[in-house]
């Protein structure tokens, strides 16, 4: 009776452990990232030493950068700190010059091209307010994947291009990419040229 009931056990033993191996295959997941809480964003107007101004976020920044070139009037960054992104900003005044401006603005856009899966280009046109220009949006693992120039065609060229310090994969930096693209757009809708600089 004792060796019956030690094989009953045994069975039951052996029956519970291969009932508690399902026959599911273990499949790795992916490498993830991690989740990057934002903020709702509020804006303000910024008054700068140029003559122009526009609303930008308050998680942004000004960092005013020495001009290293004898045409650049204002050169500053609308830093990020928080997500270790800039928007490289240059101001140069038209003195019957606006289409090399124009022609170097492409040209820094489409360097870009080589590691850029689709560059896609939107006219600005604001005719009331005499803004206009084109803004890049550049997909793909690039430096900088989002460009821009504003001019009123005859007197002021501004140009802003968006940097991350990370080593570019647009996958991981996503949500922040699309926050400060928003900010960007806003920055655009809200621009404005002043008569002169504010002090």
């Known amino acids: 009776m004792t060796f019956h009931l030690k094989r009953y056990f045994a069975f039951l033993m052996i029956t519970a452990v291969l009932c508690a191996c399902s026959g599911e295959e273990y499949t790795p997941k992916p490498i993830g990232y991690y989740r990057i809480e934002l903020a709702q964003a509020e804006y303000r107007l910024k008054a700068l030493p140029c003559p122009f101004e526009f609303e930008t976020s308050q998680m942004s920044r000004i960092e005013y950068i020495k001009s290293r070139g004898e045409n650049i009037a204002c050169l500053f960054d609308i830093s990020y700190p928080k997500f270790k992104g800039r928007v490289h900003m240059t101001y140069l005044p038209v003195n019957g010059n606006l289409r090399d401006?124009?022609?170097?603005?492409?040209?820094?856009?489409?360097?870009?091209?080589?590691?850029?899966?689709?560059?896609?280009?939107?006219?600005?046109?604001?005719?009331?307010?005499?803004?206009?220009?084109?803004?890049?949006?550049l997909d793909?693992?690039?430096?900088?994947?989002?460009?821009?120039?504003?001019?009123?065609?005859?007197?002021?060229?501004?140009?802003?291009?968006?940097?991350?310090?990370?080593?570019?994969?647009?996958?991981?930096?996503?949500?922040?990419?699309?926050?400060?693209?928003n900010d960007i757009w806003h920055l655009i809708e809200t621009f404005r040229w002043q008569e002169e600089p504010m002090p």
């Open 101 to 137: 401006y124009l022609e170097e603005s492409r040209s820094f856009t489409y360097e870009h091209q080589i590691k850029a899966s689709r560059i896609a280009s939107s006219v600005i046109n604001r005719p009331r307010d005499q803004v206009y220009g084109l803004a890049y949006d």
């Open 140 to 181: 793909g693992d690039v430096a900088s994947s989002f460009q821009f120039y504003l001019t009123d065609s005859t007197s002021h060229f501004v140009r802003g291009a968006l940097y991350f310090e990370t080593r570019p994969n647009s996958d991981s930096i996503q949500p922040v990419l699309t926050y400060v693209k």
